[in-house]
């Protein structure tokens, strides 16, 4: 499992309600181009959107997939994701371990 396409990529993003959450992980579960998304418990996000300072509930979404899938699972995300413009950010992996990289890519569909 050395090949790069297979290598872990994290995409981070954040959905006002735990439905939009489960939505964006049933879309890229569900079309194999993430083995699991993660809904995790709300926080408070503090930002600025269209010149007004923000203050809400969030909660963060972890989307698991491969640098392979990556860009089919931010398009997916994309389409299924409620917020005009989404968080979406991207992180590649510097190691995990074989194991792992073998479910993701079984769960990827990746070689």
């Known amino acids: ?41 709300a926080c408070t996000s503090t930002y600025t959107w ?9 909660l963060p979404v972890m989307v698991t997939t491969t640098v392979g899938r990556t860009r089919q699972a931010l398009d997916a995300l994309l389409e299924v994701h409620p917020y005009e413009v989404p968080e979406a950010i991207v992180l590649a992996s510097n190691g995990t371990t074989a194991a792992y990289l073998d479910w993701l890519a079984k769960s990827t569909g990746g070689d």
Request: include cysteine.
């Open 1 to 41: 499992m050395s090949n790069d396409a297979n290598q872990p990529a994290l995409i981070l993003t954040s959905v006002a309600d735990p439905a939009s959450g489960e939505k964006i992980a049933d879309a890229l579960v569900g079309r194999g181009l993430a083995a699991c998304v993660k809904v995790c418990a």
């Open 50 to 58: 269209q010149g007004k300072r923000v203050r809400e509930k969030e």
